[in-house]
DNA sequence: TGTTAAATAAGAATAATTCCTATTCGCATG
DNA sequence: CATGCGAATAGGAATTATTCTTATTTAACA
């Protein structure tokens, strides 16, 4: 994603472009693992020293309320951030801090026509999202942890 | 669960049995909703005035530990307590703040066939979890919310 | 019953997140 | 290109779930 991707991101969403707003997004594409806003504050003051972590908490609401990222609860205290807003499942690693994005799409045809056969009594479904728990194999995660 | 099947509970463990971990206990049992620490307090509390929130966390911890109860992290910023330990999955109710335990054994087996069969590469599942979120149809969730 | 390690009460401390307000700035309009 | 306005940001205070600390109490066992 490059600068002119990410102003049509915003403008997209009818957002104003602003230095920090970009920042912000640029970060998400860069950091690979669910970053927090800390770490995205850490990230971006490197080239951008004044931006305040009350403004990335800000900016990370607009982004979530327009669609453009999605949250990640994790066991710990704290919220990590996900660019990647197409429906997808998470594994979590339980000797480490990585949390990596699971696509499958067989998966999701097989629990789609599991639950549209046998249904949830007096429940409608929209969403069903994974915690697939467990651990690396020779707890070799994906770089960039 | 009544008072000797609950002080069996916590000497199976090897905890001694004390009245703040038997209401503790008891208000688990009772409380429908996948209480909160405060929740629990204000429960006991009726009957047990002084019952600090420091010791609830730390009973709770304690019971975590030794696996009595099971944490549920929600969209907000709290944990919810779970006394039933056993594999489970939950449903989350959109439009209130209901979390129901979802058991269903066909599932549990078509997952785990599926992925035996499929595997994820360089990682061991140890555990799947899932989140299903949509609404109660007439909003009408179960008793006791 | 006395001993002791563990449990509790009470409140201070912590840390992620939100709130508040003055200032700044993007951008639409003229 | 200049201007005005509503939105965005900086900085710090406030909030709140949870943890930590310490003195006191208590359950369990000899």
Redesign the pocket.
């Known amino acids: 994603m490059n600068m002119s991707d990410m102003?049509g991101v915003?403008?997209a969403k009818?957002?104003?472009?602003?230095?920090?707003?970009l920042a912000?997004l640029g970060a998400l594409v860069a950091l690979p693992n669910h970053p927090?806003?800390?770490s995205i504050k850490a990230y971006v003051n490197e080239q951008?020293?004044?931006?305040?972590?009350?403004?990335?908490?800000?900016?990370?609401?607009?982004f979530f309320e327009k669609g453009i990222v999605t949250?990640v609860k994790t066991d710990?205290?704290?919220?990590?951030y996900d660019i990647e807003v197409n429906g997808h499942h998470h594994l979590y690693c339980d000797e480490c801090d990585y949390i990596e994005n699971y696509f499958d799409e067989e998966l999701d045809n097989l629990l789609q026509s599991y639950f549209q056969r046998k249904g949830i009594p007096n429940f409608n479904i929209r969403d069903i999202n994974l915690q697939i728990v467990g651990s690396y194999i020779n707890h070799n995660p994906p770089k960039n942890l």
């Open positions: 102003i915003l403008s009818g957002l104003k472009v602003t230095p920090q707003r912000v927090t806003a800390d951008f020293p004044s931006l305040a972590l009350g403004t990335v908490y800000n900016i990370l609401d607009v949250k710990r205290d704290f919220v990590r």
